[in-house]
């Protein structure tokens, strides 16, 4: 079993784990994609939510299970246990782990409802129909307030 860390500017602790038997620490790289094709899963355990939707999401997108902490899944339209793992605490997310990579049905059935979701409620299309939508109030409402500014005049 191998275990790849790819990120942007990794601390002096985890590029201290690059040395361990099994351990590859990349640090910046161009193109995740090639890293998470190859991935059994994805691990997200940041505490902050800034930027992880994205990772959550690509992963997701590709078909890759993921692992995240509890505010990282707060961060994307999924649900934990049926989408993705959330777990915070380091015991429950190795746990979370191992139960990806020991239940090959466990691993599937991830991939497959987080790619699905991914297709549902993130691809272009749905996305574009919200923003459509949101527009349509914004201008409905314009509309609304400029006619009775007139009329009060």
Do not use: F
């Amino acid at each position: 079993m191998k275990l790849t860390i790819v990120g942007a500017e990794p601390s002096a602790e985890i590029r201290a784990l690059g040395e361990l038997p099994g351990v590859t620490v990349t640090g910046t790289v161009p193109d995740v994609r090639p890293y998470v094709t190859k991935a059994a899963l994805t691990v997200a355990p940041l505490r902050i939510a800034r930027g992880t939707q994205n990772k959550i999401l690509e992963a997701m997108a590709m078909g890759i299970p993921v692992v995240c902490s509890q505010i990282a899944a707060g961060g994307v339209d999924a649900i934990p246990g049926e989408h993705l793992l959330a777990a915070d605490a380091p015991a429950d997310q190795a746990s979370a782990i191992l139960s990806i990579l020991e239940d090959r049905a466990l691993r599937e059935r991830l991939a497959k409802a987080g790619r699905e979701r991914v297709l549902s409620n993130h691809a272009w299309p749905s996305s574009m129909r919200r923003l459509d939508a949101i527009i349509e109030r914004c201008v409905a409402g314009y509309s609304s307030s400029s006619q009775l500014q007139a009329q009060s005049s």
